[in-house]
């Protein structure tokens, strides 16, 4: 019954009572798990994670090989320990670099306007005209397979987003009161832009980057799996998939542990990010407090 | 009626040193909206002098507001601006970007008139005074931080640098309202535009907005433009008033002469609306300013109009020293 009294519940969100927040918290759980595990993948990882060993190969999981070896003889467990690091680079980079590019393109868009905006919105339009993984596919052929050029074609097919949704952000921001009293303070355009818009404008940029994390994991890993990301032996994921293709009926566990590692990381982000759209909508905060 | 006395007589004594601070010459400011042309503020001319308080009277979209924002040219850009807007004997029209942004905020301030949404959210209220401090004076951090305190005990807020630190959201409308005044005098401005004070605030807090306007003012010297549609604002600190009407100024003089004697039918009706004075609105409601009225802007709902009103529209014509009116009939 007390649900029902309005009481600021600013961090409702962090108790374990609802099931949404049980979720939340196990999500978070898990990416700091990956993020440990990527950091001291040497200390975890039980065997070389390239040390080629033809007498174990195929092995299932025991107590020596806890996920079992692939047909090079190689412990799994490791392989998907050090595979964390590739697809956390992977993703964090090309985060950080399209939301920066997108960041910057979009408040330059929305709050200068006019031939600008033009330029850049219709820039934008054509790069979403293509569908984005057939273009990350056509950027690779050109430039060689590779993890860098993976990164590389991502970053320009990813930005996209990130500058649509701050245009539109600033739009509405920078009419607001708050910037039309900068502006008579006599602040210089820049500092409206950088201290006054661009902090009011974070807020959904945090949940769609997190979301998008989970996204280009899953794209990364796919073009891995297509034989265009991480080149052998490097561990990476989408490739362990790919390498076990071939066993499935007969050693399945060399595709699915690297495939329940790509699951579980990008559902983890996606459930964060969820979280983080409804913990920073005021809107649903209400909603859920009636 | 005190108030407006001693107001008066600060005005007379200010007069004889007094020198203009901005004289406003035909300003015209018109916007293009769809291919249609909104006459916002139409052929206005007004002067302040040093240390004097200008009360802007007029109803909601009568373009008192937008003549604050032409003075600080914060126009958007389908604004065109004409006439002469003259600061210390200088054109501002004709100033470049760069001495546009040094006027605004060091000379010429505007206390906007929302106070719960004119500060930024993501920003701490002592940080965007001391912006403003440390930009037009070139202070140290540290003499500028003690600064804002100062102002800030000043100013009746509680435990200064606890609310250095606060967010907006932190602080009541009456609080916020007293950091955006503390934003205005923080730089010792010559002139303040204060648009509407007291809107959206209880009797309470008026009174002390008013307070708090009056000291400031005094203290330093500063003159101001007070945007404002409560006429009791307006007795109470201004020295002279200017009544705006559908993008003109209907009548202009001292405010004792204003309230005591409106010459202007639309000065006089405001007056009788007033609750203390019988509270008997004005029929009709003001033209849009996109199609207005033949002659006289006012005719259509003056009880005064004639022939001659609707077919001709009247100049604002010197009545004595000081007192303008913009009316063929005019009440005595």
New interface residues.
Partial sequence: MHDTVMVPKKFSTFSLRTANSRITALSALIILLLVFTAIAAPVIAPHDPVAVDLANKLKAPSLNYPFGTDHLGRCIFSRVIYGTRESLKVSLIVVSISASIGILLGLVSGYFGGLTDELIMRAVDIMLAFPSIILALAIITALGPGLNNVILALTLVHWTSYARLVRGEVLRIKEKEFVESARAMGNSQLRIMFRYILPNVMAPVMVVSTLDVAHVILSASGLSFLGLGAQPPTPEWGAMVNDGREFIRTAPHLTIFPGLAIMITSLAFNWLGDWLRDALDPRLREGRIE | MVLVQTAMENSEQKAKTAETLLEIRNLKTYFKINGSIVKAVDNVSLKIINGEILGLIGETGCGKSVLGLSI?R?LPENAKIEGNLLFRGKEILSLSKAEM??????EI??I???PS???????QIGCQVL??VI??HNLKKSEAVSKVLDLFSKLKLQEPPRKFRDFPHQLSGGMKQRV?MA?GVACNPKLIIVDEPTKGLDAVLRIEVVRMLKETASAAGTSMLLITHDFSVAAALAHRIAVMYAGEIVEMGKTAAVLRNPRHPYTAGLLNSLPGKGFNPIPGSSPSIISLPEGCRFHPRCSRANMKCTASHPELVKLNDDHFVRCFNVCF
């Fill in positions: 600080l914060l942004r040094k006027l605004r905020g060091k301030v505007l906007p008139q929302n949404t004119s500060l930024n959210p993501l920003m912006e403003a930009r037009h955006l934003m």
